[in-house]
């Protein structure tokens, strides 16, 4: 993902904003600080029987553990990162995981393991801490750019660690690849600390020397609440579409579910940069648009009995999570500008934890009462209704452009 430009602006470089290859630095060190965290928790219920709970009835109480705390850490460590820096706090983050991963792996009891990733959750928060990081040095498309790449870091981990963590299973047992993992985000911290402490230039120019034009200003209302609603209508098909698949697809192998599950995140990681360039200036239309995407895709899945219709449904999905993820990081770096970014970015974290918690909640009950295809039924209904909520903030800025032709 080429998402950020070749050269860096010079104005950036003299005034303590961050380089292209930084930038780039800061998403390879969330990638792997990411892959414990999102790469072992489907395996919950290969490491629970060990610990004395040998039907795995824990495994979905313990899966959004980390998710919950993170959620009611996040606006405290952001309100600490403004007051204290941005890069101390991005370096807590990264260690927090490498202590909660250490004693996740050698954790000999339910109770010990479930203390271990509490204090993943809660001392973890790499992605408010990264993005406020971010938006201490950078603004507006440049902003919105990084935290743009932020998110293909998050998919492709999404996608790869799971399949290395099921490649090391026969050698090293899940559990004990908690300790294994703990490498990856003491060496992310390493890497940090020799970056520098980010400060926003006071004034962003263009590269002959003229000021650059601000991105209007984004009520964080609309942001916390598209945010919320787009986290909860893409993340409720996570939990049963393995499951899903199989009832519709007999005799399919895990190969080819694996993958059906990863589609909608390879969508992103290959069409992020391009939605970004047509769509940087007219977030609304691409968030509404992203939820029309969503909304499709979702409903696809109630009438996909055959390999090629899941296949296409897929990416409709992919479609709209990539349209959506770009445009909230739209919104989000015009909403950063003249705000204390740690602050408002644990507040988004808060937001969107808790739109995955909500997701999990209501498939679970949508799917113990209705079958595994009610949660995707959830999410269309919630999908649909934030894309009207978007349609009503688009139409006006689309007036004002055919008045001035």
Same mark, same amino acid.
């Given at each position: 993902?080429?998402?950020?430009?070749?050269?860096?602006?010079?104005?950036?470089?003299?005034?303590? *904003?961050?380089?292209?290859?930084?930038?780039?630095?800061?998403?390879?060190?969330?990638?792997?600080?990411?892959?414990?965290?999102?790469?072992?928790?489907?395996?919950?219920?290969?490491?629970?029987?060990?610990?004395?709970?040998?039907?795995?009835?824990?495994?979905?109480?313990?899966?959004?553990?980390?998710?919950? +705390?993170?959620?009611?850490?996040?606006?405290?460590?952001?309100?600490?990162?403004?007051?204290?820096?941005?890069?101390?706090?991005?370096?807590?983050?990264?260690?927090?995981?490498?202590?909660? +991963?250490?004693?996740?792996?050698?954790?000999?009891?339910?109770?010990?393991?479930?203390?271990?990733?509490?204090?993943?959750?809660?001392?973890?928060?790499? #992605?408010?801490?990264?993005?406020?990081?971010?938006?201490?040095?950078?603004?507006?498309?440049?902003?919105?750019?990084?935290?743009?790449?932020?998110?293909?870091?998050?998919?492709?981990?999404?996608?790869?660690?799971?399949?290395?963590?099921?490649?090391?299973?026969?050698?090293?047992?899940?559990?004990?690849?908690?300790?294994?993992?703990?490498?990856?985000?003491?060496?992310?911290?390493?890497?940090?600390?020799?970056?520098?402490?980010?400060?926003?230039?006071?004034?962003?120019?263009?590269?002959?020397?003229?000021?650059?034009?601000?991105?209007?200003?984004?009520?964080?209302?609309?942001?916390?609440?598209?945010? +919320?609603? #787009?986290?909860?209508?893409?993340?409720?098909?996570?939990?049963?579409?393995?499951?899903?698949?199989?009832?519709?697809?007999?005799?399919?192998?895990?190969?080819?579910? *694996?993958?059906? #599950?990863?589609?909608?995140?390879?969508?992103?990681?290959?069409?992020?940069?391009?939605? %970004?360039?047509?769509?940087?200036?007219?977030? %609304?239309?691409?968030?509404?648009?992203?939820?029309?995407?969503?909304?499709?895709?979702?409903?696809?899945?109630?009438?996909?009995?055959?390999?090629?219709?899941?296949?296409?449904?897929?990416?409709?999905?992919?479609?709209?999570?990539?349209? *959506?993820?770009?445009?909230?990081?739209?919104?989000?770096?015009?909403?950063?500008?003249?705000?204390?970014?740690?602050?408002?970015?644990?507040?988004?974290?808060?937001?969107?934890?808790?739109?995955?918690?909500?997701?999990?909640?209501?498939?679970?009950?949508?799917?113990?009462? +209705?079958?595994?295809?009610?949660?995707?039924?959830?999410?269309?209904?919630?999908?649909?209704?934030?894309?009207?909520?978007?349609?009503?903030?688009?139409?006006?800025?689309?007036?004002?452009?055919?008045?001035?032709?």
């Amino acid at each position: 993902m080429e998402t950020l430009p070749q050269q860096s602006p010079p104005s950036a470089e003299r005034s303590g *904003g961050l380089g292209r290859r930084q930038v780039h630095a800061v998403a390879a060190c969330y990638f792997v600080a990411s892959f414990a965290a999102l790469g072992l928790p489907p395996y919950l219920t290969a490491i629970l029987p060990a610990l004395g709970d040998p039907e795995a009835r824990w495994a979905g109480v313990l899966y959004i553990v980390p998710t919950v +705390f993170s959620a009611l850490g996040a606006p405290l460590w952001g309100r600490l990162a403004d007051r204290f820096g941005r890069k101390r706090l991005l370096l807590r983050a990264q260690l927090g995981l490498t202590v909660s +991963f250490l004693l996740a792996g050698a954790a000999d009891s339910l109770t010990a393991f479930t203390l271990a990733l509490v204090l993943q959750g809660f001392l973890g928060g790499t #992605f408010a801490a990264t993005n406020g990081y971010l938006a201490a040095a950078l603004d507006g498309p440049r902003l919105s750019r990084a935290l743009t790449l932020m998110q293909g870091s998050a998919r492709a981990a999404l996608v790869a660690a799971p399949i290395l963590v099921g490649a090391l299973s026969p050698w090293i047992d899940p559990h004990r690849q908690y300790l294994v993992m703990a490498v990856l985000p003491l060496a992310a911290a390493v890497f940090l600390a020799l970056l520098p402490e980010p400060e926003r230039p006071e004034a962003a120019a263009t590269a002959d020397g003229r000021p650059a034009e601000r991105t209007a200003p984004v009520s964080l209302l609309p942001l916390y609440a598209f945010e +919320f609603a #787009f986290v909860f209508a893409t993340v409720i098909s996570f939990p049963y579409l393995i499951a899903l698949a199989e009832q519709r697809l007999p005799g399919v192998d895990g190969t080819t579910t *694996g993958v059906l #599950f990863a589609l909608p995140h390879l969508c992103y990681l290959v069409f992020a940069a391009r939605t %970004h360039t047509v769509f940087h200036s007219r977030p %609304h239309t691409g968030i509404a648009l992203g939820f029309g995407f969503v909304a499709l895709g979702l409903a696809g899945h109630a009438v996909a009995y055959s390999l090629p219709v899941f296949v296409a449904v897929r990416l409709l999905l992919g479609t709209g999570l990539t349209l *959506g993820l770009v445009c909230l990081s739209v919104l989000a770096a015009g909403a950063a500008h003249g705000r204390q970014p740690g602050r408002m970015f644990g507040t988004l974290e808060l937001v969107s934890k808790g739109g995955a918690v909500a997701a999990g909640a209501v498939a679970a009950l949508a799917n113990g009462r +209705f079958g595994a295809a009610a949660p995707v039924v959830a999410g269309t209904a919630a999908a649909l209704l934030a894309a009207a909520a978007a349609t009503t903030l688009t139409l006006p800025s689309l007036r004002q452009r055919w008045s001035r032709r």
